[in-house]
């Protein structure tokens, strides 16, 4: 597992474009028969993948000092590639494309598995610590509710912005109060209308969350300009299809893309309020 540390920003002003990439972005991600994981500081997260060609098996490590890795922890599962199941403590779910997955604290064997290992699920995590035990369901966007499949409710399901604007896009929430409920992590993906780039336009910090964006549905030529740093301070990273990004709390969290373009954002902190936000007017930014 790879640590990363919390970073000041007084100092991220003063970061080279190469340094800015090497703190708060994670690369490949998705790698064949291998899971993946980058522990954050910053309120503890941990961001990661599971690309099953034979079934993998989530453990702990050493960096958590816990007997089994949901000891302390909840997670969510959002799979972006071809069919598979997670199972965890002997019970198989199925993911297809899309499709998402809450697993509460306390679950102490959790494997991965794809149904053709030539084609195998494409499982993106995201962990937090946790302090209460929720139950484990399936995510589903579209379908029937039934016993340990939520379907996300039209009111999680938020058409924003406009193609005038260049910021057309649908989100929907999968992980948060009333739907899933978890400990701390809030969870959803936000799809962008073709002819649209922008995400999140005006941008917002959030004091009490971070937040982790992947970015995905892109082609091989594509990319996203990320932009992050204090409002006054803005930076940004240059992202290809299939990576994660760091945000701290103090910093904006927007990008603009060569084409349209999906991602799963996840948010771990102080409270599950999707709408505690600080919007930042667009005359603002620097």
Same mark, same amino acid.
């Given at each position: ?23 708060? %972005?994670? =690369?490949? %991600? ?6 993946? %994981? +980058? ?23 050493? /960096?958590?000092?816990?007997?089994? @890795?949901? !000891? ?46 030539? $084609?195998?699920?494409? @499982? ?30 039209? /009111? $999680? ?12 896009? +649908? ?7 009333? =739907?899933?409920?978890?400990? =701390? ?5 936000? !799809? ?23 970015? @995905? ?5 594509? @990319? ?5 740093? /204090?409002?006054? !301070? ?10 994660? +990004? ?23 902190? /102080? $409270? !599950? ?14």
């Amino acid at each position: 597992m790879e640590l990363r540390t919390a970073s000041s920003p007084k100092d991220v002003k003063y970061y080279t474009t190469e340094r800015l990439r090497e703190e708060f %972005l994670i =690369q490949d %991600l998705f790698v064949p028969g291998e899971i993946k %994981l +980058v522990y954050s500081h910053i309120d503890r997260i941990i961001t990661g993948a599971a690309v099953p060609v034979e079934p993998l098996k989530l453990t702990a490590g050493d /960096e958590l000092r816990a007997e089994y @890795f949901l !000891q302390r922890r909840e997670m969510g599962v959002i799979n972006i590639g071809a069919p598979g199941r997670v199972v965890a403590d002997g019970k198989a779910y199925t993911l297809g494309y899309k499709e998402g997955m809450y697993i509460g604290m306390g679950v102490k064997d959790i494997v991965f598995e794809s149904e053709d290992k030539e $084609n195998p699920a494409k @499982f993106y995590l995201n962990s937090a610590p946790a302090h209460k035990s929720y139950p484990t369901v399936v995510i589903k966007p579209e379908g029937t509710p039934e016993d340990g499949v939520v379907i996300v409710k039209d /009111e $999680n399901k938020v058409e924003l912005g406009s193609l005038e604007d260049s910021n057309h896009r +649908v989100i929907c929430k999968y992980i948060l109060p009333g =739907q899933v409920e978890s400990c =701390q992590l809030v969870m959803g993906m936000t !799809q962008l209308k073709p002819g649209s780039v922008w995400n999140t336009m005006p941008c917002h910090t959030h004091d009490r969350r971070m937040e982790v964006y992947l970015y @995905f549905e892109m082609g091989e030529n594509d @990319f996203v300009m990320h932009y992050m740093g /204090e409002p006054t !301070q803005t930076r940004h990273i240059v992202m290809r299809n299939e990576e994660a +990004v760091i945000s701290p709390s103090w910093s904006i969290h927007a990008g603009s893309g060569s084409k349209a373009y999906t991602f799963i954002w996840g948010m771990v902190g /102080e $409270n !599950q309020a999707f709408d505690d936000m600080d919007g930042v007017a667009m005359k603002d930014l620097m």
